[in-house]
């Protein structure tokens, strides 16, 4: 049996982890896409552990930097010739107004343009294997969210509801026109919203900051595991069900339907063509 090539950004925690241990178990090659060398190592480890020496290797990548994801891109075309399974998972939540490298506020800038950019320089690689599937982690979030075309980076005012609420929305309308743009080369591109879960999404990594909230909602039981979490975006990178589905908003391995704005076709071309521009593919 030919093993098939996963990969995984935001692999070192939550979903991302969750979803590399599961493709592993099912004997996936995984690449794991990371920021930091330590968490990453720390979670290839793990990943390892349940799919045996070698299933998964590190590469880094810092979705807040354009210049470290052409490295990335790069990086990932000396290792691999053919990519299966694209999982555009990583993602953050900021109660404060930060920017990335570029000068993008952070959750458009990683969220969104981060993969925005991963994706089109990856896209030769999904094209290269039969039936590609690429997974785009969105939020019901987006719910609370619009494309702020006239202060996309939230200069002016800034809220975490806001900037989250944009870059989710922008996740569901990126993941509906890049399945336009590459149905012909039969790549199925679906996104997804995983459910409340119980993960350090909001934790500032460095101060510690949100600590207290997640041991709090980790009391309560609503929330789902992240493995549980993750089985939604397993089950569209795996599932022969899938097959032929494409375009489509999954909630519990399930169809959902969109409100109007997350299927509004021309919003959707008019934040891809300024995408491109912010990331220098135009
Ligand atoms: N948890 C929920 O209830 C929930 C609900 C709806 C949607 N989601 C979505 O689910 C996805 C996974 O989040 P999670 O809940 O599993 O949270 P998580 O545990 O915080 O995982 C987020 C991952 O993204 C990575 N990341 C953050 N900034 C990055 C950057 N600049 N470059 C590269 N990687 C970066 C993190 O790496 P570090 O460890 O280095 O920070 C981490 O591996 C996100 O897209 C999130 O929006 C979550």
Redesign the pocket.
């Known amino acids: 049996m030919i093993r098939k090539t996963a990969l995984v950004?935001?692999?070192?925690?939550?979903?991302?982890?969750a979803a590399s241990v599961e493709l592993a178990k099912r004997g996936y090659r995984v690449l794991m896409?990371?920021?930091?060398l330590e968490?990453g190592s720390q979670a290839l480890r793990r990943v390892e552990a349940a799919g045996g020496p070698g299933c998964a290797e590190l590469v880094l990548?810092?979705?807040?930097?354009l210049a470290s994801i052409r490295r990335f891109a790069d990086e990932v075309h000396s290792r691999v010739s053919a990519l299966d399974v694209l999982i555009n998972?990583?993602?953050?939540?900021s109660p404060k107004r930060r920017e990335?490298a570029d000068g993008f506020e952070l959750a458009l800038g990683?969220?969104h343009l981060?993969h925005f950019l991963s994706t089109h320089l990856l896209l030769d690689l999904v094209k290269a294997s039969a039936g590609g599937r690429i997974v785009v982690?969105?939020?019901?979030?987006y719910k609370a969210g619009r494309i702020h075309f006239e202060d996309p980076h939230l200069c002016a005012s800034y809220n975490v509801v806001k900037s989250?609420g944009q870059s989710?929305l922008a996740?569901i309308l990126f993941a509906r026109e890049l399945a336009l743009r590459v149905y012909g080369d039969g790549i199925a591109v679906n996104a997804l919203?995983?459910?409340?879960?119980?993960?350090?999404?909001?934790?500032d990594?460095g101060t510690g900051f949100g600590q207290g909230i997640y041991r709090a909602l980790g009391r309560m039981p609503s929330?789902q595991t992240?493995e549980q979490?993750a089985s939604t975006a397993v089950y569209l990178a795996d599932s022969p069900e899938v097959e032929g589905i494409s375009r489509e908003y999954f909630y519990r391995s399930r169809p959902k339907s969109l409100d109007r704005k997350a299927e509004d076709d021309d919003t959707a071309l008019k934040l891809w063509e300024w995408s491109e521009r912010e990331v220098g593919l135009r």
């Not at 896409?33 to 930091?36: E, F, G, P, T, Y």
């Not at 998972?89 to 939540?93: C, D, K, L, S």
């Not at 982690?137 to 979030?141: I, M, N, P």
């Open positions: 950004t935001g692999a070192n925690s939550g979903m991302g982890l896409a990371c920021r930091s968490r990548c810092d979705l807040a930097d998972n990583a993602g953050v939540v990335t990683v969220n981060g982690v969105a939020s019901g979030a989250y989710k996740n919203h995983p459910g409340a879960v119980l993960t350090q999404l909001g934790v990594r929330f992240p979490g």
